[in-house]
């Protein structure tokens, strides 16, 4: 039997003409993951991901940019390691903009969680990606989520229901996305409420219980 851990893969697999595929997905354990209702929403927002060109790290950057001009209390957090030298460039562009961007580098994740709670949008700016765990726990900590909208993200997030998607490279999108949440207390619970339930099936609880009748 084949596994695919995501239904991007799947189907990838499926028209590649391999047979026998079990779609069993990636895990969190939801009981490490404090949901946190936010009943006031700031244009605060948190990025968590490798610094590499495939994940577009500049284009938060760019965002940041456009709303700190709109929001002076505006705020970015970045969180992840160097992986092929897009960090200096990213802290070159902070700087050269004159932007308070807080780096952390790479941290635990019970350290990231925690920062977290500071936080009130999450935004994933990657130009290919499958099924980024960091969306899904930042789905799990009550982040909503606005993401371009690429590879598996098809597939794990629906527009407008458990998201707000833009198309690749596309800042002015994504910096209205930002805006049109922060302006729609409504939107903002609907997001959060609808990806609270999707986690659910990503809990190892669950999930579990597919790879023991698999292996049965």
């Not at 936010?38 to 940019?65: C, D, T």
């Not at 922060?182 to 099936?201: G, I, M, T």
Request: hydrophobic share 40%; charged share 25%; glycine share 4%.
């Amino acid at each position: 039997c084949n596994v695919a851990p995501s239904a991007y893969l799947l189907e990838a697999f499926s028209n590649k003409g391999y047979a026998t595929i079990e779609f069993i997905p990636n895990t969190i354990e939801l009981e490490n993951y404090p949901f946190k209702k936010r009943e006031q929403i700031k244009p605060r927002l948190l990025w968590v991901r490798s610094f590499a060109s495939i994940y577009n790290p500049g284009m938060a950057i760019e965002v940041y940019r456009s709303l700190k001009n709109e929001f002076p209390d505006a705020a970015l957090c970045m969180v992840g390691p160097d992986k092929d030298g897009s960090f200096e460039k990213v802290r070159q562009m902070a700087n050269k903009a004159k932007l308070d961007v807080r780096f952390t580098g790479k941290l635990s994740k019970k350290d990231w969680i925690k920062i977290s709670e500071q936080y009130d949008i999450f935004i994933n700016t990657t130009h290919f990606d499958n099924t980024p765990v960091s969306v899904i726990e930042a789905m799990a900590l009550g982040l909503p989520i606005v993401s371009t909208n690429v590879g598996g993200i098809t597939y794990l997030l629906e527009d407008q229901k458990t998201a707000l998607l833009v198309s690749d490279c596309d800042t002015l999108a994504m910096i209205e996305a930002v805006k049109k949440v922060l302006s729609n207390k409504a939107l903002y619970d609907q997001l959060v409420h609808n990806a609270q339930n999707l986690v659910q099936d990503f809990d190892w609880k669950k999930v579990k219980t597919k790879w023991n009748t698999l292996l049965r």
